[in-house]
């Protein structure tokens, strides 16, 4: 796996933010708290967490338009991280509160989405003891670590946390996201070339428990 390195509360504005960097990928992700929820949202007692993905014109080789509204790429990837994220709280014990995930993906090299999702548990995690701190909640409303972790089976061989290069020539690309406890959360899995086995499909799912391990454990590193 490429190395990751987690820089925590690095802007003073939002209540949570995190910059992350796995292998040439970079990605600032940001948490900001509202006291209220959406209005379809209100009167439920409960709480929302939301998230939204872009990438500034720079990130990739060549520069490319600023998004004004969201591409279909971008929409599809920030309901991803939205509901891997949602799947960490315990939406009672936030209260009518909201946390906004933003993931601006600053250099891409392969697993920006999965990156964006490790990156913003982080941010959440970080909202969440804001809020406990300043009495906005009256617990920790945070009930699961979540991280997420590209593989792919690349000429023949299975690979973890591909970069763009190997991406490109991926046969079979997936992206796993996970609980602490190694639970699934969502698999997205693709025969981009050709099929893959059951085997196959098996063994990529263990090599991305393993680094989905290695990356939780990132993630309590820069908490403490």
């Known amino acids: 796996m490429r190395q990751c390195r987690v820089y925590p509360h690095w802007t003073s504005n939002p209540e949570g933010s995190v910059l992350i960097e796995c292998g040439g990928t970079r990605v600032l992700c940001t948490a900001s708290w509202e006291d209220q929820v959406p209005s379809w949202r209100a009167g439920s007692g409960l709480g929302w967490v939301t998230a939204e993905y872009a990438m500034i014109p720079r990130a990739t080789g060549t520069r490319n338009s600023r998004e004004g509204g969201k591409n279909s790429r971008s929409q599809e990837i920030s309901r991803l991280i939205g509901r891997s994220l949602r799947m960490a709280v315990d939406f009672e014990a936030m209260g009518e509160c909201a946390v906004y995930i933003d993931c601006d993906v600053l250099q891409a090299d392969g697993g920006t989405r999965t990156a964006s999702i490790t990156g913003g548990w982080i941010a959440l995690k970080e909202a969440a003891q804001w809020a406990l701190k300043n009495g906005r909640v009256a617990k920790d409303f945070i009930k699961h670590q979540i991280s997420a972790v590209s593989v792919g089976i690349v000429e023949g061989a299975e690979v973890l946390d591909l970069p763009y290069a190997e991406d490109c020539k991926a ?45 939780q454990i990132k993630q309590r590193e820069a908490l403490a």
């Open 171 to 215: 046969s079979t690309d997936m992206n796993v996201v996970q609980t602490e406890s190694g639970e699934f959360v969502e698999i997205q899995g693709t025969g981009e070339r050709s099929p893959f086995s059951s085997s196959q499909l098996s063994f990529l799912l263990d090599l991305a428990s393993k680094g989905n391990k290695e990356l």
